[in-house]
């Protein structure tokens, strides 16, 4: 990870990163509920060890993305529908896509605008797209999309993430299902180091 997170963040985060099956687009439960009691009951003090938590809302995206990879997502809705800004906005949107409400993902989305991590995140996704050799067509469509437009687009992510989510013959092939819950994980990874390093300015 390219953060220095505090020890206790950090560990969380390893055994995110260390999950096996990636975190799914639409989770059914919560993937760890002792984890996500542990993260929920945490006042941000124990968060982040003691460290001078300087902007509470970047504290408070950091607790709720911790939640939303948990796949606690009521929980981490509860947080970031509260936190108006737009990296809030960004965990609210993420965490509506994951519900499934695309509609409302979107709104939410809509409200980020330009984020910081979107330059990494299309790169990224343009550097795992290049070492994947042979790609089933939806997949060659979506790296498509991606490699011919230089700004990420979120509303794309959240139409692919949709199209995953129907039923076997109208849905998306494994390899483009793979490859969105890669992206998720990595835009999981980056907007976490940006809550954190933020709210420790």
């Known amino acids: 990870m390219s953060q220095q997170y505090n020890t206790r963040i950090r560990d969380i985060i390893v055994k ?13 439960s919560v993937w760890n ?19 001078s938590v300087t902007n509470s809302g970047f504290g408070e995206c950091v607790q709720s993305g911790l939640l939303l990879w948990t ?4 929980v981490s809705h ?40 979107f330059p990494d995140l299309r790169q990224k996704s343009v550097d795992y797209l290049a070492t994947n050799g042979a790609k089933s067509e939806a997949l060659s469509d979506i790296a498509s ?27 998306l ?11 998720q994980t990595v835009e999981f990874e980056l907007l976490l180091d940006y809550s954190y390093r933020n709210a420790l300015v």
């Not at 490699?147 to 076997?168: H, K, L, M, T, Y």
Request: hydrophobic share 35%.
């Open 78 to 117: 509860a947080i970031s529908q509260r936190i108006h800004t737009k990296t809030g906005s960004y965990w609210h949107g993420v965490m509506h896509r994951r519900e499934p409400d695309y509609s409302n993902s979107k709104y939410w989305l809509g409200r980020v605008g330009n984020h910081p991590i």
């Open 145 to 171: 999309t991606i490699e011919n437009n230089e700004d990420w687009d979120p509303f794309a992510f959240i139409d692919w993430c949709q199209v995953a989510g129907r039923s076997n013959d109208q849905g």
């Open 71 to 74: 796949d606690a997502l009521d």
């Open 173 to 183: 092939p494994e390899d483009s299902v793979q490859f969105l819950q890669k992206l």
């Open 33 to 51: 509920q002792q984890l996500a009691n542990q993260i929920q009951n945490a006042s941000l003090g124990d968060l982040f060890d003691g460290l």
């Open 16 to 28: 995110f990163q260390e999950r096996e099956p990636l975190a799914p687009l639409v989770p059914d």
